[in-house]
């Protein structure tokens, strides 16, 4: 805001006027500016929106503050000033931190001010037309480069709207990417290469996007592992979407997103450079990916530039269904109670989730893994078949051998191999009494020695623990885009064909 003293000390060499000679100067009419300048203002400019507002200080000094906005990033800020100095309308503008400009009223009527100042190029004239009821134009004309010049500022009263929560917008334009693989690969400007696998899922009822990336997080070695974890949001306070990008090496990355049609933009400061990456629709299994300087609606420079595949439906299971195997479907419920038919049927609710929750795998989702540090589905699905021989060799008093070599198994093999254990032990359980279990003991062994727990422990220890584990594989193949059956029923133990 200028002062009154500064506006009299830059205006009064300006006029070169006494104040016998200002009061001989016959006033034209002049427009009523405290009924049609106050108040809150906008019009289209350039590539954005001009907000100005103006409020009275006295009869004779209306001030304003206005800012011009692109893509709601203010570019720029002015104040203005319109006031009787000796007799004469002056106006003062100060764009950002320059010098202020002072005009002179050379005409006015009741629906018109032309300020001029034949000393500047540009603006050389500046005229406010309040022509219509809450709506007037402010025309700037001068010279640029030797050629004409004028800008039109049509301004109507600013109304506040209130910005709607985009989190719908977030989940439409979300919505695509969903409980698939998206996998791309390319080589950056500098010829640097780049491969990632992303994978996006819900959170928080559906108000936010949990996206976990992988790569290599290692160039030395060519480690690959989860190597990004984000989140993408509406934010009330700040009437945004935002993300936030936390990488393994220690670091976050946040910003904002933009929706455009079909497209997902993130903008964000790397290094002092706004950059964007882009994830634009080609098809419903493919996106252009591309990272760079992208401004006015265009790529001013590039970095890298390739395609996010969706390889969920390109990748094929590791095994066709094999109807012969067990469990497919629950079996019959044993005729009668007791505690050894009680227990046969956990193991056959067991088993049941196990059959699902490994059918159709595919190599990408036993290779998935939360972190670099935890189990795979590969390495959980073998430590549920372990589970399963100690469940099975309680059941048919058989030791568990420390030292014995460990058998590799295919995963097809191992599956078959943990579905029959699992199988063989239920069954005998179906023919046992509730006596029997007394002799169901688990049994480990090392050389001549023996360690020896009762039944009790089959069902808190390994028969739970494979239930614990069957739950993550689960899990981790809904984050590796290939869920669960949705035709099954764990509850009734059978499945929609």
Excluded at 58 to 87: N, Q, W
Excluded at 116 to 139: A, C, I, L, M, W
Aim: proline residues 4%; negative net charge; glycine residues 6%.
């Amino acid at each position: 805001m200028l002062s009154r003293k500064i506006t009299l000390l830059f205006v009064l060499p300006f006029l070169c006027l006494d104040a016998a000679s200002a009061t001989n100067i016959k006033a034209d009419p002049f427009p009523d500016l405290s009924q049609l300048l106050i108040g809150e203002w906008s019009s289209p400019a350039w590539n954005g929106k001009l907000i100005e507002s103006w409020r009275m200080i006295d009869a004779t000094t209306f001030e304003s503050s206005a800012v011009y906005l692109e893509k709601k990033d203010t570019l720029y800020a002015s104040t203005s000033r319109i006031e009787k100095v000796a007799g004469k309308w002056m106006l003062f503008s100060v764009i950002k931190d320059s010098a202020p400009k002072i005009f002179q009223a050379v005409s006015s009527s009741a629906n018109h001010i032309l300020f001029e100042n034949s000393d500047y190029s540009h603006p050389r004239q500046v005229r406010y037309s309040f022509t219509e009821r809450n709506k007037f134009n402010r025309t700037i004309t001068g010279e640029e480069n030797g050629q004409p010049s004028t800008f039109n500022f049509n301004l109507v009263p600013q109304v506040e709207v209130a910005v709607k929560n985009q989190t719908p917008a977030l989940r439409a334009a979300f919505a695509p990417l969903m409980g698939k693989t998206w996998r791309a690969k390319g080589a950056w400007a500098n010829g640097d290469a780049f491969q990632q696998e992303v994978r996006f899922h819900w959170d928080l009822e559906d108000a936010a996007v949990i996206a976990q990336s992988h790569g290599i997080i290692d160039p030395i070695n060519n480690t690959w592992g989860q190597r990004n974890h984000g989140i993408r949001y509406w934010n009330k306070g700040e009437e945004k979407l935002l993300f936030a990008e936390y990488d393994i090496f220690g670091s976050v990355t946040e910003g904002t997103i933009s929706l455009r049609d079909n497209n997902i933009y993130y903008h964000y400061n790397y290094g002092g450079f706004l950059l964007t990456d882009a994830w634009e629709k080609v098809d419903e299994f493919t996106y252009n990916f591309k990272v760079g300087v992208f401004s006015k609606g265009d790529w001013q420079d590039v970095y890298l530039s390739t395609q996010f595949i969706d390889i969920t439906t390109t990748e094929p299971a590791l095994m066709e269904p094999d109807l012969t195997l067990p469990y497919r479907q629950i079996p019959d419920a044993p005729e009668k109670y007791n505690a050894a038919t009680v227990a046969a049927r956990a193991i056959d609710g067991l088993a049941f989730r196990y059959y699902w929750a490994t059918e159709g795998l595919r190599q990408q989702d036993l290779d998935y893994r939360t972190t670099p540090e935890s189990r795979s589905s590969a390495e959980t699905i073998d430590h549920i078949h372990g589970l399963a021989k100690v469940v099975h060799n309680a059941v048919m008093e058989l030791p568990n051998i420390s030292g014995d070599p460990s058998e590799e198994l295919s995963f097809i093999e191992q599956r078959t191999q943990t579905l029959t254990l699992l199988a063989a032990a239920s069954e005998r359980l179906k023919n046992s009494k509730s006596k029997d279990l007394k002799r169901f003991n688990i049994i480990f062994q090392r050389g001549d020695n023996q360690s020896v727990l009762p039944f009790w422990n089959t069902l808190n220890g390994p028969l739970a623990d494979a239930l614990w584990h069957v739950g993550q594989v689960v899990a981790f193949r809904r984050a590796s885009g290939n869920p669960f059956n949705s035709n099954v029923s764990v509850l009734r133990g059978t499945v929609k064909e």
